[in-house]
T-cell receptor, first 116, second 118 residues
Framework: AQSVTQPDIHITVSEGASLELRCNYS??????LFWYVQSPGQGLQLLLK??????LVQGIKGFEAEFKRSQSSFNLRKPSVHWSDAAEYFCAVGKNSGGSNYKLTFGKGTLLTVNP | GAVVSQHPSWVICKSGTSVKIECRSL??????MFWYRQFPKQSLMLMATSNEGSKATYEQGVEKDKFLINHASLTLSTLTVTSAHPEDSSFYICSATGLAGVVGNEQFFGPGTRLTVL
């Protein structure tokens, strides 16, 4: 069965500093990989996803992630964090569940705090 | 992006009563909807997958008689927690996908429903 590990429960960075959120996955085949952000009162929003091709994926809000098969990792990065980036971030792996759909397995999330 | 709503956003009920949570896709037809449960400081756990007009498929360990899912139309799925108990208190989140046949079509998430059972 697939699994996702986000080693950091809580990260605090200063506004303007760079950010890297770690994600490791366990999956037997080529994974579908995702990063979501969850803000209070709002649904999870997709930041970016990797299905195949270029291992460096660009997403919304200036985020990017790099798929490294040898390390089973899909770390999320942002060169300069804004106060509005404070939220909970979830990494997820998708397993095809038939047709065009997939089931998501989520990590436990990393809470990002941004100091002014 | 596509919008998914949930109603109610929070509900408090007495132990032994049933609670219905609605999940609606507002601007697209959702061929498949998913229901998740999220415990505090935990990840989202997939409970079940429902396709419009079909019976839901439940994940291992999820009681189908406890969590009744109906997906009667392409824009509405409901989750009914029957005979709720305090251990059912949780944050319930739905997601929806459309564009059947598009590989890797995105799941759009609702804002969640906070259920508290007294």
């Amino acid at each position: 069965a697939q699994s996702v590990t986000q080693p950091d429960i809580h990260i605090t960075v200063s506004e303007g500093a760079s950010l890297e959120l770690r994600c490791n996955y366990s999956y037997g085949a080529t994974p579908y990989l995702f990063w979501y952000v969850q803000s209070p009162g709002q649904g999870l929003q997709l930041l970016l996803k990797y299905f195949s091709g270029d291992t460096l994926v660009q997403g919304i809000k200036g985020f990017e992630a790099e798929f490294k098969r040898s390390q089973s990792s899909f770390n999320l990065r942002k060169p300069s964090v804004h106060w509005s980036d404070a939220a909970e971030y979830f990494c997820a792996v998708g397993k095809n569940s038939g047709g065009s759909n997939y089931k998501l397995t989520f990590g436990k999330g990393t809470l990002l705090t941004v100091n002014p | 992006g596509a919008v998914v709503s949930q109603h109610p956003s929070w509900v408090i009920c007495k132990s032994g009563t049933s609670v219905k949570i609605e999940c609606r896709s507002l601007d697209f037809q959702a061929t498949t909807m998913f229901w998740y449960r999220q415990f505090p400081k935990q990840s989202l756990m997939l409970m079940a997958t429902s396709n419009e007009g079909s019976k839901a498929t439940y994940e291992q360990g999820v009681e189908k008689d406890k969590f009744l899912i109906n997906h009667a139309s392409l824009t509405l799925s409901t989750l009914t927690v029957t005979s709720a108990h305090p251990e059912d208190s949780s944050f319930y989140i739905c997601s929806a996908t459309g564009l059947a046949g598009v590989v890797g079509n995105e799941q759009f998430f609702g804002p969640g429903t906070r259920l508290t059972v007294l």
